[in-house]
């Protein structure tokens, strides 16, 4: 990769005598789903006058959804197709993920997406876009020199990222133009034959992703639309283009080729009484989450994941979100505009002038797609004939219409608009989320049993919403907290009134004698729910406690895990105000996903939620925070007073003033529990000391140091162990939140760690030893470990008991140099004491049959040994 400035993606070709590297630009140069290809040479490029992009994409890895961004106004990675790699950060090198969900699983929902934004400038209509399909047109680039580099910000503390001005716990922020006019990046116009146009707009993309509980499962991205030009943009719409392949990339299935999209307005509020919910959400689904053998399995896409918009610019005066309006279209496509086609009302059909009435070819009919304030029917209701009550057009053919509603490979454009005119300079600005939703698909045979084509709602009524909903509020919630005053001017947001228990009937205007009309209802003794906030952006929500950096040790079968509690301890949440922190959980997992982690081990504070019986409301409510044991003693006494002789209503303990309280533990409230699930045995956390911290306040505020070891493991085998940090939650909106074991995930081998072995001067050990080309090593996790897909180059020797640094070399028994790798190096050691060889020689061949001679060579001087690989 060019150092200065040119910024290529590498695309990794494995081939039996070799590893090829062909240097690419994103957008311009790329392998199609179709096999097309049109290649560029950049290194003559690089050479000749032209300027070239300093483009670069970049990766959310700490929640639960893995999403790549870019400079150049694409969302994802072309998954399975001239799959970007990821650039920075420790996992350079690797290929990046397009719309991972859940994080881990290989389990892809993006092929791409794109910002679209459409305007009339002059007499002209232009819009710029980061890709669409009819020609991988990219009309988005930042500049050419490093500045324009993808910046990374992180509210951790521990990230080498920190920074007091972060937002989430990753943040990235880019900026592109759509200014680039050179045929060489920027093709002309496929429909109108002319040259790129621009808006001469400059994009500010900002993008978030956090790892707590209620928001793992989406990533909020921040769109602000510079005027850099000289006129008046005006009537401008924004849309966001999704090419949403789903499907896992080792399962065999349909994939791309039997995708469902479509659109959800509203749904089931959580506060009940018969409420619903706004959302106006896009999403994309597989079919029938590709069973296996009549089951679901890790590899089976059965969730589902969408577009969102949390806000639109003020357009209005008033307290609360402004209003937006929507367009939802959907079209298949097919390689050629001439046989695509999508959903239109008989009012809005319009000739797009390719023979067909899908892909929307040139500005012109963008614009019009943007604009249309359509909402397309969801997919799955293509083979039903609405031309009888509706205004829809019917379906071209019903051979057609029904493959497009067992699912295909669709694509859609989620709209809004139009915003506000935007003078020279000055800015408009849209956040979307992009959200993942678990659990869409219930049971495997639901689609087999239940999908009809003129019949499709026995089947929808069979998806499950649900968990994909909350999610999707929650982005909501995060963006823009419900019941906040973000700005001090009075608004809290948008409200209502639930769980009444008084009426008043009052006459609205008492100089009317009519006892009929003009009477209101009033209602008093109401709980209010908040279910919007006031417009302006805060970008938080409550976090869990900061969870602690660990140390870890190893011996053969075991590992000890060592902790300081003073950030997790003594943190007070941003959103409550309070100290809250609970407990330590440790999670344990044999590959970094977070469905892969187990619990092994947990502590927690004994406290009681202490709940008070209202005479008044005729209701029990809880009014403090959880109680410790030691606080309830002085308030009771040491003795016999137990609160879980007072569990529940039913059994209230009754004070001298007979007041009437009842008490449930706020968790576990064992102190110090430990599980066996029967396959290992995991010892408890230990108290090593007790320490105290002079906080901001002036107050000594104490803490632990911690200490636990897991036993009878196996050597061979990867662990990542993580510690989790839980508060006790928020008695009036929140329960208890846990922090997510990606935090602060580390890779360890039961075997002797560094320090260990140059402290007793451990032999290395190598295996497998020998290496049979016929033995399952991928079942035993020896090889493919992250689960990304096993090929030749996933081959691996191992070698462990390894000190910090050193040197391995294999050599033929005539003494020739096979190989050579230093020790520790990105590719092959993911521990200070473990390293791999690929069986791959110095000169990129795959080693043959024979025995070798491996050396290690280290402050502990050189060990030797003999390894046999049978092919």
């Known amino acids: ?35 097309e290809a049109s290649l560029i040479d950049f290194e003559k490029l690089a050479k000749s006058s032209v300027t070239i992009p300093y483009t670069q994409n970049r990766s959310h890895r700490v929640g639960n959804v893995w999403m790549t961004i870019t400079n150049w106004g694409i969302m994802g990675s072309q998954f399975r197709s001239s799959q970007l790699v990821e650039q920075e950060g420790p996992y350079a090198g690797f290929l990046a993920p397009s719309f991972e969900f859940p994080a881990g699983s290989g389990i892809n929902y993006l092929f791409w997406g794109a910002l679209w934004f459409g305007a009339i400038v002059g007499q002209d209509t232009l819009v710029s876009t980061g890709t669409v399909d009819e ?55 496929p429909f109108l034959h002319r040259p790129h146009r621009p808006l001469n707009i400059k994009v500010v993309q900002k993008s978030y992703s956090w790892a707590y509980d209620y928001a793992q499962d989406f990533i909020l991205i921040d769109f602000v639309i510079h005027n850099i030009g000289q006129q008046v943009i005006e009537k401008p719409y924004m849309g966001v283009f999704i090419d949403p392949d789903v499907w896992h990339e080792n399962f065999g299935g349909d994939g791309p080729s039997d995708d469902y999209s479509g659109y959800l307005r509203t749904v089931p509020s959580p506060y009940g009484s018969g409420l619903r919910d706004t959302v106006n959400i896009a999403w994309c689904a597989d079919n029938d989450g590709d069973p296996a053998g009549g089951s679901f399995g890790i590899m089976s896409p059965t969730s589902i994941a969408g577009t969102r918009v949390v806000r639109g610019p003020a357009s ?29 009302l008989v009012t809005n059909t319009r000739d797009f002038g390719t023979g067909g009435s899908g892909t929307p070819n040139g500005d012109l009919n963008k614009y019009y797609v943007m604009s249309n304030g359509e909402f397309d029917y969801d997919q799955l209701f293509s083979a039903v004939d609405f031309s009888d009550s509706t205004n829809w057009k019917a379906p071209k053919q019903l051979g057609l219409a029904t493959n497009i509603a067992d699912g295909t490979d669709t694509r859609y454009l989620f709209s809004f608009g139009p915003l506000a005119d935007i003078a020279p300079g000055d800015s408009t600005y849209v956040t979307i989320a992009y959200v993942g939703g678990e659990g869409f698909h219930v049971n495997p045979d639901d689609f087999d049993r239940f999908f009809e084509p003129q019949r499709p709602n026995v089947f929808y009524d069979k998806l499950d919403f649900s968990d994909f909903a909350v999610n999707a509020q929650w982005s909501a919630w995060v963006f823009d907290n419900p019941g906040v005053d973000s700005d001090g001017d009075g608004c809290r947001g948008l409200s209502t009134l639930v769980n009444c228990r008084d009426t008043i009937i009052v006459r609205t205007d008492p100089t009317i004698e009519d006892p009929n009309v003009y009477f209101d209802t ?15 952006p805060d970008f938080k929500g409550p976090p869990p406690p900061p969870s602690p950096e660990l140390d870890i040790s190893a011996r053969p079968h075991e590992l000890t895990i060592r902790w300081s509690g003073i950030i997790s301890e003594s943190a007070v949440d941003n959103f409550t105000f309070k100290r809250d922190f609970e407990g330590y959980r440790v999670q344990l997992a044999d590959f970094n996903a977070l469905t892969a982690f187990s619990l092994v081990a947990s502590w927690d504070i004994i406290d009681y939620k202490r709940f008070y019986y209202d005479h008044g409301a005729l209701r029990w409510t809880q009014t403090e925070d959880p109680l410790r044991l030691e606080t309830l003693h002085e308030m009771y006494g040491d003795y016999p007073f137990d609160p879980l002789d007072y569990s529940s209503p039913e059994k209230p303990y009754i004070d001298k003033h007979d007041s009437m309280f009842y008490f449930v533990p706020q968790d576990w409230n064992r102190g110090n529990e430990y599980f066996d699930d029967g396959r290992i045995v995991k010892n408890a956390i230990q108290y090593l000391a007790t320490d105290s911290v002079l906080d901001n306040e002036g107050t000594w505020q104490k803490f632990g140091h911690y200490e636990c070891t897991i036993k009878n493991l196996l050597p061979s085998q990867p662990y990542y162990v993580a510690i989790t940090t839980f508060d006790f939650g928020d008695r009036e909106k929140l329960a208890p939140l846990e922090s997510s074991p990606l935090i602060n995930s580390t890779l360890a081998y039961a075997t002797y760690s560094a320090e260990i072995t140059v402290q007793e001067k451990q032999e290395v050990v190598v295996y497998p030893n020998p290496y049979k080309i016929s033995d ?6 020896f090889e493919d470990r992250d689960r990304q897909g096993w090929s030749e180059r996933s081959r ?41 060889w690929d069986l791959i020689t110095r000169n990129t061949q795959a080693a043959c049959s024979g025995i070798y001679i491996w050396s290690v060579e280290s402050e502990l001087g050189i060990q030797v040994g003999k390894l046999v690989i049978i092919k």
């Not at 399952?776 to 996790?781: I, T, V």
């Open 796 to 836: 691996r020797i191992h070698f462990v008991n390894l000190p910090s640094r050193a040197t391995i070399r294999i050599f033929t028994l005539d003494g020739d140099l096979v190989r050579e790798i230093d020790h520790p190096n990105s590719r092959f050691s993911d521990t200070d004491w473990h390293c791999e």
């Open 522 to 536: 009033l209602y008093e003794n109401c709980d209010t729910i908040w279910y919007a906030g006031d417009g302006v």
């Open 316 to 344: 209005v005066a008033g307290c609360g979100p402004a209003p937006l309006d929507f367009s939802f279209n959907w079209w298949t496509q097919s390689g050629d505009a001439r046989f695509d086609w999508g959903p239109s």
């Open 135 to 189: 020609a991988r047109i990219t009309e988005f680039y930042p500049t050419a020199d490093a500045s324009a580099a993808v910046i990374e910000l992180s509210n951790r503390r521990s990230s080498p990222y920190y920074s007091s001005e972060a937002i989430s716990e990753q943040d990235y922020i880019a900026e592109y133009t759509d200014t680039l006019t050179d045929p060489t990046f920027v093709p002309p116009d």
């Open 1 to 35: 990769m060019h150092r200065d400035g040119i910024r290529h993606i590498l695309v990794v070709l494995f081939v039996a005598v070799g590893l090829v590297t062909i240097m690419q630009s994103p957008g311009v140069t790329e392998m199609t789903k179709e096999g």
């Open 776 to 781: 399952d090593y991928r079942g035993h996790q």
